[in-house]
């Protein structure tokens, strides 16, 4: 490939190549398999390219039946190469700098296009992203996820180096909240029916610029809300403990004295996570066999 610029137009072909209307015969990757849509999913870095083919490419090729942007920051990725540099295995030391170095969300997505877009994100991307937040539409839906982050403690610690810790991180996953996510996506491409739409998480904006709000727990206010948020046994963050492992958020359990006067027994506590699971199938961002598999799992602790 002569540079990361040629990539979106790779891309392009790569779609044409499994849609609907593509020519088929001998050459055909899926060998004949019938396609009603192809759509575009991107995370993270992935999701900043995704962005710019969004605004750039797809009004010239309309190559995409509908866009997911994942865990996106609100940057785009540029049209023009830029200069190589050399990569090398990052430290712990290194990644505070780096995020440190981050700036603010600057990438709008496009409003005019005739595809639906859905835009997915975590706690960790909320504060980079709020100055690129724009209102749902019939064909723009916005969800972020309260006590969530980038990434967690269950995905790639034990990848990392030897001299990275292993205890950082969140507890929690977005997994069950993209299930719910594509599950909305893919009526809404079928039938029309639009995901609900969900409160965005809530800020104070004064002089240092956006500043999560948190309850007495330091749990973010507003935003799409799982049981383990809504009836903590721990303070979940987007952002981690002590700015190491900065994408994986934190998970910070709470002493048991306010544990015992949050659940005076378990059976209160089970009740009340039941209750929120519940709650959030009706709300549409938790499918109803995930909150029976968080239940069970919520129920089943000491």
């Known amino acids: ?7 979106y137009d790779i891309f392009s072909q790569a779609a044409a190549a499994v849609a609907r209307d593509r020519p088929g015969g001998s050459s055909d990757p899926l060998a004949g398999l019938p396609v009603q849509h192809v759509i575009a999913l991107g995370a993270s870095q992935s999701a900043n390219w995704l962005a710019t083919y969004l605004n750039a490419v797809q009004p010239l090729t309309h190559a995409i039946d509908g866009f997911i942007l994942d865990i996106d920051f609100g940057n785009g990725s540029p049209l023009a190469p830029l200069p190589a540099t050399a990569s090398r295995l990052a430290t712990p030391k290194d990644i505070p700098a780096a995020v440190a170095k981050m700036p603010p969300g600057s990438h709008l997505l496009r409003d005019d296009l005739d595809v639906p877009v859905f835009v997915l994100n975590s706690e960790t991307e909320a504060t980079g992203y709020h100055p ?39 507890d929690l996953t977005m997994e069950p909240v993209r299930s719910a996510a594509l599950h909305h996506f893919h009526r809404w491409l079928t039938d029309g029916t ?55 958020g934190s998970t910070t359990p709470f002493p048991a004295e306010t544990l015992r006067a949050l659940y005076p027994t378990h ?36």
Request: charge should be neutral.
């Open 267 to 302: 059976e209160v506590y089970c009740d009340r996570y039941t209750q929120a699971a519940s709650a959030a199938v009706t709300a549409g961002v938790l499918l109803r066999r995930d909150a029976d598999r968080l239940v069970s799992v919520a129920c089943s602790r000491d």
């Open 1 to 7: 490939m002569p540079d990361d610029g040629a990539a």
């Open 194 to 248: 639009a995901p609900p739409r969900q409160p965005a998480i809530e800020f104070d904006v004064g002089e240092r610029g956006p500043i999560i709000r948190r309850d007495h727990y330091g749990i973010a206010l507003g935003g799409v809300r799982l049981p383990d948020v809504d009836v903590p046994t721990a303070r979940h963050s987007g952002v981690a403990a002590d700015g190491t492992l900065v994408l994986t």
């Open 132 to 170: 690129v937040r724009q209102p749902d539409t019939d064909r723009f839906r916005f969800w972020e996820v309260a006590g969530h982050a980038h990434g967690s403690r269950r995905r790639g610690t034990d990848r990392l180096p030897s001299n990275w810790p292993r205890d950082l991180g969140t």
